[in-house]
């Protein structure tokens, strides 16, 4: 029987230690209970104020291209670092469309924050929190936090405080829906990776479900029926994206269904408002040449199987895709900060919210008051990025000059405000062709180029601008494989 009781010892071993991991986690988050608070207090746990004698504590909210790059021109020596976020990565939203077709996996454009700034996982008074930020109290320079659980077979989600002595709000927008009924229970958005992997999943179960026997003709097309609203950089280059997928490799894998599938693009105005008109009329004929429709109308209403535009008509989808811009978050509402126009936390020119101490605000999620004279400027990666980079030297500086802990740095002189400069914008529409306006705004002149040259910029441009090298051998070599062998159609 010796087999017989070494099968009891290997099930006793595997039995699950569900509340040896309870306790563990609370054991973990006990640690960070203000010493110097009455027992009846410790209940609540967190990270208590820094002592004079310790380093000041930067807070960053959230980990999109603002905050990131905010962490990696940080100083670990002078600060600690914790950032509170429900991802652990940063997204390189420029290429996040490729992915949604198999030109690129999803771990090329994900940047894990602790190679980003490697202090975080290293340093004993630096974090990283997955988790909420729910509220703000800049009286006691206190954060409030709520974890983030993963499905209802998890631990309840945690509540615990962060005091700071200095707090950058970076935690960005969330997609605009203007208030229409059915967008959010039905379509797709395009600003994170799992939105992408969602898309993918989608578009391929669509295209296998069209090729099953009894589905009739109006049913397969509307199942191949991708519809995308709103025409900006993201919507026009993830209908480039798509209709290169359609036309290289779904016209050669699903040859049953390959005259079902095509693809609209729903815009209000003009496709591409912010470039050149002759670079607008080039990419309008070259997504018509590659088999995108576009369609000039608003959405009034979505349903489960078509939306209904302002005159009445009905476009059936298979597939919605909503990029029609960003507004403020329900946690930047919440916030009893001042607001700029359009409902972003309100900075002054050194980027800081003027009616508090220690807090500063950049990214989507903030923009220029009213009575700076500067206007608020667009939700751009280029603009989060320098606005980080900007802060990063601000906030090192004022730590040398001795303003690094709380309510320290009234006196201390900031230098030169941010100023901004465009540096153009570019944008893929397929077929090997891409555009590119190196203009400063739409009434400024500049160089502006449409085709292949373009397309080969925007592909140099953005491999040297992923975070590390290890994304960009990533990337490069999905581009090559895509070339060589054709998208992965796998649906995993």
């Known amino acids: 029987m010796f087999w017989y009781r070494n099968l009891i010892k290997i099930s006793t071993a595997n039995k699950p230690k569900s509340h040896i991991t309870t306790n563990l986690l609370l054991t973990s988050l006990s640690h960070f209970s203000t010493a110097n608070q009455p027992p009846a207090a410790a209940q609540t746990s967190g990270l208590g104020p820094t002592k004079p004698d310790e380093k000041p504590r930067v807070v960053v909210l959230g980990s999109g291209w603002a ?17 509170v976020s429900r991802r652990n990565h940063m997204v390189f939203t ?25 202090s975080i996982s290293s340093a004993p008074g630096s974090y990283f ?56 229970e039905h379509a797709i958005f395009l600003r994170e990776v799992h939105h992408a992997q969602e898309i993918r999943r989608k578009l391929l179960l669509n295209l296998m479900l069209s090729d099953v026997p009894g589905i009739s003709e109006e049913e397969k097309r509307r199942l191949l029926h991708c519809v995308v609203v709103g025409g900006g950089p993201t919507g026009v280059e993830f209908s480039g994206e798509l209709s290169d997928f359609i036309r290289k490799d779904v016209h050669q894998r699903y040859t049953h269904v390959k005259d079902y599938i095509h693809v609209t693009l729903i815009e209000a105005n003009e496709i591409l408002s912010s470039f050149d008109d002759r670079l607008r ?103 989060a990025e320098r606005q980080g980079k900007y802060l990063a030297n601000l906030l090192n500086k004022i730590s040398k000059d001795g303003g690094g802990h709380a309510n320290s740095a009234k006196d201390i002189d900031f230098g030169d405000p941010f100023e901004y400069k465009h ?70």
């Open 281 to 383: 009329r080039y990419a309008i004929k070259q997504l018509t040449k590659s088999g995108v429709h576009l369609v000039r109308g608003i959405v009034k209403d979505v349903k489960p199987e078509n939306i209904i535009l302002s005159d009445g008509s009905k476009v059936p989808y298979g597939l919605l895709v909503w990029s029609t811009g960003v507004g403020p978050s329900p946690f930047v509402n919440s916030l009893g900060l001042p607001k700029s126009p359009g409902g972003r936390i309100g900075i002054d020119e050194w980027l800081q919210v003027p009616t508090v101490q220690d807090v500063f605000s950049i990214g989507d999620c903030s923009g220029f008051l009213e009575s700076t004279g500067k206007p608020v400027l667009p939700a751009l990666a280029q603009v």
């Open 129 to 184: 929190f997955l988790a909420n930020s729910t509220g703000v109290d800049t009286e006691s320079h206190e954060v409030h936090c709520e974890t983030v659980t993963d499905g209802a077979d998890t631990l309840d989600p945690w509540k615990f405080k962060i005091s700071y002595d200095k707090l950058v709000i970076a935690s960005g927008a969330q997609a605009s829906t203007f208030g229409i009924h059915g967008v959010k």
């Open 67 to 83: 905050g990131c790059r905010l962490m990696k021109g940080l100083d670990p020596k002078l600060y600690d670092i914790v950032c």
């Open 423 to 492: 540096l153009g914008s570019m944008a893929t529409i397929g077929r090997f062709k891409a555009l590119v306006d190196l203009r400063q705004s739409k009434e400024a002149k500049g160089i502006s180029l449409a085709g292949f040259v373009s397309w080969f910029i925007w592909r140099s441009a953005y491999l040297t601008r992923v975070v590390s090298w290890r994304n960009r051998f990533y990337v490069a070599i999905n581009w090559l494989t895509t070339f060589v062998f054709g998208r992965d159609i796998s649906r995993i």
């Open 94 to 118: 420029p290429l996040l469309a490729s992915t949604c077709v198999g030109t690129l996996e999803f771990r090329s454009v994900a940047e894990p924050i602790t190679r980003i700034q490697p």
